[in-house]
């Protein structure tokens, strides 16, 4: 049985990698005059080199780790002769695209490549003892392959990231909702969080995240989630957010006189996160595609180019419900009151996160509200100024935030002020 088995595996990779070099020539690797089928082709050393040599290495191989090595590179030889063969005949027979008539020349040229495939295998069986000696064990081989797959893994996983992340919308709703209510309560530009999300994603998938939380007890200096953070353990995704939004508080890229994030301020951001210059670009080019999903904002403009007051999300779940936003806290105040049939206004508890400059405010509302008036409170100079927001809870997107679960039911409370 395990002859058996080396001779269908070694079989399989040499039909496997003539079917490939057969498919795929023509696409890949056609130069602009001529192309190596061509080159192998037109001298019969050549050919013979190319026909030869691939299966002369896979019957060494197999001689060498096989338990009875002549006895199973003759099995693999055999197997190998007659389902080439017999692939070639077939191919013949129905006139497949690319296939060789079956002529009394295509004949010989069979019985040729059986004969000299024949006597591969009997090098190979002279060689294989000689050289086994120096070859590496079987575990060392398996260990090898899987450090290769992991190199190839990696690879595919940057190389997918480095293309366009226009496209890139391969995030639950639920966790863009929850990245972004976290960013909003760490005064942090929440599309630069997105941006810094869709970035991580495309380099390690969720498929892979999960494989390195497996791997924590084994790599507890590794970085894990989808904001790859480390020195805290194996983390969800959303752990993960929290953590790097902490390590980002305060951070909003500049934007110029379109609202547009100015290029080298948002890659200084995403440098806070990780400082690799490639890492940074990317971020930069998916910010460009993520609005600022403001639901509202007040008139007048902050110094930082920002609205001075801004609703930035409805968050939701069960019938507990939450809004949030960012104000320029030098200069402003905010205060958020519920409009219902009353005649006067319900206040609202406002939790204020007061960064350096730009700041978010929050505040819980009741179930059942339907409308929401959030104000902008400013005294400079002994001049009062006042502008407002009003948001229809009825009319505006909201979101479910899972970030929301198992906290108690809010309810109104006196005024800020």
């Not at 990779?13 to 890949?28: D, G, K, T």
């Not at 040599?53 to 030889?77: E, R, S």
Request: net charge negative.
């Amino acid at each position: 049985m395990q002859t058996f088995v080396w001779a269908v595996v070694g079989s399989a990779i040499l039909i496997l990698l003539y079917q490939h070099i057969r498919i795929n020539w023509p696409e890949s690797y056609f130069g602009p005059r001529e192309s190596l089928a061509h080159y192998f082709s037109s001298g019969g050393l050549r050919f013979a080199v190319f026909r030869f040599a691939p299966p002369f290495l896979v019957f060494l191989l197999v001689g060498i780790y096989a338990a009875d090595p002549t006895y199973a590179i003759i099995v693999t030889a055999v197997v190998y002769v007659l389902a080439s063969t017999a692939l070639s005949v077939r191919s013949s027979m129905r006139h497949e695209v690319g296939s060789v008539a079956l002529t009394g020349q295509r004949i010989a040229v069979l019985a040729f490549v059986a004969i000299g495939l024949g006597a591969s295998a009997a090098l190979a069986a002279l060689l294989a003892p000689i050289a086994s000696p120096t070859f590496p064990s079987v575990g060392d081989v398996a260990a090898n392959l899987v450090a290769a797959l992991i190199a190839a893994i990696l690879a595919v996983s940057y190389f997918q990231g480095t293309r366009e992340m226009s496209d890139r919308t391969d995030l639950p709703e639920d966790l863009t909702a929850q990245i972004r209510a976290l960013a909003l309560e760490n005064c942090v530009d929440q599309r630069l969080a997105l941006a810094i999300a869709y970035v991580e994603n495309t380099q390690r998938p969720p498929w892979f995240r999960k494989i390195e939380n497996l791997s924590a007890r084994f790599n507890k200096r590794g970085s894990f989630g989808l904001f790859q953070v480390s020195g805290h353990g194996a983390l969800d995704d959303v752990e993960s957010c929290r953590v790097a939004m902490e390590s980002l508080k305060g951070t909003y890229p500049l934007i110029d006189e379109y609202g547009e994030g100015v290029d080298w301020s948002v890659r200084a951001g995403a440098e806070k996160h990780n400082p690799d210059n490639r890492f940074a670009e990317m971020v930069a080019e998916a910010y460009m595609y993520l609005g600022s999903h403001a639901l509202a904002r007040a008139d007048g403009d902050a110094p930082d180019g920002r609205p001075l007051l801004e609703v930035c999300q409805v968050g939701r779940f069960g019938d507990r419900m939450r809004i949030r936003g960012t104000f320029w806290a030098p200069t402003e105040e905010v205060a958020v009151e519920l409009i219902g049939d009353e005649a006067v206004p319900q206040p609202l508890e406002v939790s204020v996160n007061t960064c350096s400059g730009r700041s978010s405010w929050s505040a819980d509302v009741p179930a059942g509200a339907r409308r929401v008036l959030v104000r902008s409170v400013s005294e400079l100079e002994g001049c009062f100024t006042s502008a407002d927001v009003a948001v229809d809870l009825r009319h505006v997107r909201v979101d479910r935030d899972l970030t929301l679960k198992g906290r108690r039911a809010p309810v109104p409370s006196e005024a800020q002020f």
